[in-house]
């Protein structure tokens, strides 16, 4: 089955806004990752990643998945003006929010070494990214700062999905609403 990635989609304006900027960054360099009416690619907060247990199912991974969900209710998220970060990655951060901490924390506790494994911890910032860039650093940049309008980001669902190049999200394999 391959690398999982469980996130959150992030809502319609902000996807929007992932399409828009993506696409402004490749006027100006290629990125590897695309956002676009063709992209298999979803826009996303990463809550946790690993490879599927080979003693597990996916379907005990998807019922724990969706239980632990009902248990957040949807989640209202600031994001920063958007960066490039050490790897080339373009990336507005998320500001710290408790409601999300505590879903990653129950979904770690809960799921890594029982549903999914992992061969490296993740310790970066939560994060949307827009981006991934080789080139024009200092162009895209001019860009970035000149972004005026950054949306709330507004999550509802969480999603299963397979991890792709870059850390992307490609296909959603199972989704559930967080609970209303």
Do not use: W
């Not at 809502?11 to 696409?23: G, I, L, Y």
């Not at 989640?75 to 990653?104: G, H, M, W």
């Amino acid at each position: 089955m391959g690398r999982l990635k469980i996130h959150l989609p992030v809502d319609e304006q902000t996807v929007q806004f992932c399409r828009r900027v993506n696409a402004e960054i490749q006027k100006i360099t290629a990125s590897t990752i695309v956002f676009d009416d063709t992209s298999l690619m979803i826009p996303h907060i990463t809550l946790v990643l690993g490879e599927l247990v080979p003693t597990q199912t996916f379907d005990g991974l998807a019922k724990l998945t969706q239980a632990l969900a009902q248990q957040a209710k949807p989640l209202t998220l600031k994001i920063s003006q958007p960066y490039i970060d050490s790897r080339s990655f373009v990336v507005c951060a998320i500001q710290e929010n408790p409601a999300l901490t505590a879903l990653k924390t129950s979904l770690r506790e809960n799921i890594m070494g029982v549903y999914l494994t992992t061969h490296v911890p993740r310790t970066d910032v939560e994060h949307v990214t827009l981006a991934h860039i080789d080139a024009q650093h200092k162009q895209v940049k001019a860009y970035l700062n000149s972004l005026q309008e950054l949306p709330e980001v507004v999550c509802t669902r969480i999603e299963i999905s397979h991890n792709g190049p870059k850390g992307t999200c490609i296909d959603s394999l199972f989704t559930t609403n967080l609970s209303i």
